[in-house]
């Protein structure tokens, strides 16, 4: 794809000037995007102020940036910059040797086999859940869903990366994590950001936020280490790790790695898990479905090691989902030198972007695009179509590190769910997507717990 002699510019809207297409991207980006795709093709050149970006969306265009010649596209990115005030040097932040470093270390703690022994983690946390609604279902009352997807998948959360029960403290992690995701979205989005320059322009509603979330990651780390137990959360996994010259990962990177895994595995499963429940809510087919695979394979009892691979419309549901509503909804990077994509030339210190969301919804690769139609990820339904037309989790070395564990989290809950209750929207309005960091909800959902017949 690149040859390093095309001059050929891609095609794509003007804008206004000064900013380009800044103005219009801000006021809806998933729609801009969206139209920009559309009306120009699967390379599309855009212009943000003084930044030049392309849009690519083809299965073949990811794969180039991101797989096959992803050294040329490194993190070098506004949106990196901005995520790095929270996460430091981690796996979401960096390149080179220190990101191989932290993934070789970090990566036997989320080995698919390891996966088993955290169902029971999960479904006593989803229990807990269930129980609680008990009460609003006998009196008649809905629950927040996007609240309680969010609460649900903090505590199992905490339990599985640092083995220890943060229920009591939910609301507040939940709250900081709120303002972290939405100040450093403003500071994306935004041509220029005074935090850049001085900390004395930073919100000191961040900093609080920061503050608060590493009060309790150093508190942990403090209490496993002074323990010397061996157990087998994730956070004492990373304590006995050893890199090659058998250093293990200071208290900072231990920071970091942890406040990276809460960040990306509670957020961006509790948004999936919001829509998931909407959407099965909304079509009584998969409802029935889903229910009748819950009652076969598990009765009435909890998830046990063993079960995910029977609950195979569970996680063929939440594909569909995180098609439809992916929480990375678009990926950033930097062009390093020259490339060319689709005989489009592509400079060097321009940016490349990749939207999981508009890519979901390119016809080319999928049917009937808006529709939620599970069986699109029946084993016939993978065949019928390129592996990476789908990138929820990204792609190539950089692929998201706990893509198994959202997934088997999201079975064990989504089956749990449709053994107990059966949800309903509770208002007309139908909910909308809040692009940002990750995709959350624009607004509460509001659900009423029902008795499945």
């Known amino acids: 794809m690149a040859s390093g ?13 000064p900013l380009g297409c800044l103005a219009a991207f801000r006021r809806d980006p998933l729609g801009f995007l969206l139209q920009a795709s559309r009306n120009y093709g699967d ?50 932040s960096t390149d080179g040797e220190l990101w191989r470093r932290h993934r070789r270390l970090i990566q036997p703690a989320f080995q698919l086999q390891t996966l088993d022994q955290h169902v029971p983690v999960v479904a006593s946390a989803t229990a807990e859940m ?63 950001d005074a935090t850049a ?30 323990s010397g137990t061996a157990t087998p959360d994730l956070l004492s996994i990373l304590i006995r790790a050893r890199d090659d010259e058998n250093a293990p990962l200071s208290d900072r990177e231990l920071r970091d790695a942890t406040i990276t895994l809460l960040l990306a595995g509670h957020e961006t499963t509790a948004n999936a898990l919001a829509w998931a429940m909407h959407l099965v809510s909304e079509f009584r087919n998969v409802d029935g479905k889903l229910r009748h695979e819950s009652r076969s394979v598990l009765g009435n009892r909890p998830p046990v090691p063993g079960d995910l691979d029977r609950l195979e419309y569970a996680a063929m549901v939440f594909s569909e989902t995180i098609r439809l509503y ?70 190539g070395p950089h692929q998201c590190i706990g893509r198994f564990m959202a997934q088997m989290v999201a079975q ?25 960091i990750t995709l959350r909800h624009a607004n509460a959902l509001w659900m009423s717990l029902e008795r499945p017949e």
């Open 5 to 17: 002699t095309m001059r050929t510019l891609a095609p794509g809207p003007r804008g206004m000037f």
């Open 197 to 226: 320059f001085s900390s004395m322009f930073h919100r000191r509603e961040f900093r609080e936020a920061v503050k608060a979330i590493d009060a309790v990651v150093y508190r942990l780390i403090e209490s496993r280490r002074r």
């Open 326 to 395: 992916p929480s990375i909804w678009i990926l950033e990077r930097r062009v390093v030198v020259d490339d060319e994509i689709a005989g489009y030339r592509i400079p060097a210190g321009s940016m490349l972007l990749i939207s999981p969301y508009v890519l979901h919804r390119n016809p080319e690769f999928w049917p009937e695009p808006e529709r939620f139609e599970p069986e699109r990820f029946s084993r016939d339904g993978v065949l019928d179509r390129p592996q990476n037309a789908f990138l929820p989790f990204g792609l």
């Open 412 to 436: 064990v809950i989504l089956a749990m769910v449709a053994q107990r209750f059966r949800l309903r929207r509770a208002t007309d309005a139908a909910p909308a997507p809040l692009p940002g």
């Open 130 to 192: 269930l129980d609680r609604w008990e009460e609003p279902a006998r009196a008649g009352r809905s629950v927040n869903i996007v609240s309680e997807m969010a609460r649900v998948t903090l505590n199992i959360a905490a339990r599985i990366l640092f083995g220890s029960d943060v229920s009591g403290e939910t609301d507040a992690i939940e709250r900081s994590l709120t303002i972290i995701l939405n100040d450093t979205w403003r500071r994306v989005e935004s041509l220029f």
């Open 43 to 92: 390379v599309v050149r855009l212009r943000f102020g003084p930044v030049v970006a392309h849009l690519v969306n083809h299965p073949d265009y990811a794969a180039h940036v991101l797989q096959h010649h992803w050294r040329n596209y490194d993190k070098d990115t506004r949106s990196v910059a901005k995520i790095r005030a929270t996460c430091g040097d981690s796996l979401l």
